[in-house]
């Protein structure tokens, strides 16, 4: 299902990890002192939308033919539905969408300073687009948003009713991020230039190929990490072309199971065993010779799967118990937002694997992606 909200990524949890020899990836080839931090270090770029959630009744869900739990994207008959739920019940608004849901996580994890995750997305000149902009504020984020009058601000509805989520997600202005508009203004690409990390969801290859590829050159060219994650099934079918286009700047590559396993039967990689699916994805043809290709797949309670120099490691995670759950939505986000936030202050992998499944859990504890107002992370 093509929903930026959802988390197509598997739960993760918090694991304690065990290794003997700490991997470790620095984020630029003349790093001054490991884990210093500066504004703008971790650039995202992605699809925008705006959570609209609320717990509703059974006719509401009727009224607009929802199932309880589900997610679907909002056709015509739906128009009306989110300036209803707005009106009619008690509302909650979140900055969400798949990328901009990463980089929130990871200055939460960061803490201080404050903008070291920058953030570029399209949004439309209306109320909801003033809300995001807050939101994001809210959060930290330094998001630079391209702000149009052609499509109103995408938005996600969830409809809650009891232990239920229905979403509905109206893409609308997030489709809209033109690259000659905004990415190519000087104010605009000197953050991208100040980046040291960045990272794209796959989303947004739906979006607006050319911009994926300006960054990740320049990410290339500058020896910085580019990543990139596979998001949704059909981004490696529907979608591939501009896929492959993009993997060789990808230095480290993000997805579930699922995901990698449809990726390896769109590649031709006649296996469907995750490590050698890691180890395939790796060794795919790559600009950067310098930074050897990370591959990163979570798969649930069966642990997250990275690719290590010349080996294959499977990292455990430990289950939770199903009464703590509240909400997988943005586990998988949260998941690489914790990630990043080693990533960028130059940790282990091994740091930045335990960083993400620590971020996933706090993440599926709570209504959304959303998280208590500080991390309890060392």
């Known amino acids: 299902m093509h929903l930026h909200i959802i988390s197509i990524l598997n739960i993760c949890f918090r694991s304690r990890l065990t290794s003997e020899t700490p991997t470790y990836i620095c984020a630029n080839s003349h790093v001054s002192l490991p884990g210093t931090l500066h504004q703008n270090a971790l650039f995202g770029m992605g699809n925008p939308l705006l959570d609209i959630c609320a717990v509703v009744d059974k006719d509401f869900l009727d009224k607009y033919g929802l199932k309880p739990n589900d ?21 909650e608004y979140h900055a969400g969408g ?9 200055q939460w994890m960061i803490q201080k300073p404050h903008k070291v995750a920058t953030f570029f997305g399209c949004i439309g000149k209306d109320r909801f687009g003033e809300i995001l902009k807050e939101k994001a504020e809210e959060s930290y984020v330094d998001a630079h948003y391209y702000e149009q009058s052609e499509e109103p601000t995408g938005t996600c509805a969830a409809c809650i009713t009891g232990d239920n989520r229905s979403l509905v997600a109206n893409l609308a202005a997030a489709n809209c991020y033109k690259k000659d508009k905004h990415l190519d203004l000087e104010e605009n690409w000197k953050l991208v230039e100040k980046a040291k990390v960045y990272y794209i ?28 994650n596979l998001s949704a099934p059909f981004i490696c079918q529907a979608f ?35 490590e050698e699916i890691a180890k395939k994805a790796q060794n795919l043809p790559k600009v950067n010779k310098k930074r050897q290709r990370i591959a990163v ?29 509240v909400d997988t939505n943005g586990a998988g986000d949260a998941f690489v937002g914790g990630f990043l936030s080693e990533l960028v202050q130059d940790k282990s992998l091994e740091q930045c694997i335990r960083a993400g499944h620590y971020a996933a859990n706090v993440i599926i504890r709570q209504a959304g992606c959303t998280f208590p107002e500080k991390p309890d992370f060392h």
């Open 201 to 228: 969801a796959g989303f947004f290859l739906t979006v607006s190929l050319e911009s994926i590829l300006k960054v990740a050159k320049h990410a290339s060219d500058n020896n910085k990490i580019f990543s990139l």
């Open 98 to 106: 798949a990328t901009q849901n990463s980089v929130k996580v990871a």
């Open 71 to 91: 997610q679907i994207l909002a056709e015509d008959k739906h128009k009306e539905m989110f300036e209803e739920m707005v009106k009619k019940f008690k509302v």
């Open 240 to 274: 591939k072309e501009s896929l492959m286009k993009v993997m060789p700047y990808v230095d480290i590559l993000f997805g579930n199971e699922t995901e990698a396993a449809t990726f390896a039967r769109e590649q031709g990689f006649e296996t469907k065993d995750i």
């Open 297 to 325: 797949f979570t798969q649930g309670k069966e642990g997250t799967v990275m690719t290590k120099g010349d080996k294959v490691e499977t990292f455990p995670v430990i289950q939770t118990d199903q009464s703590d759950i």
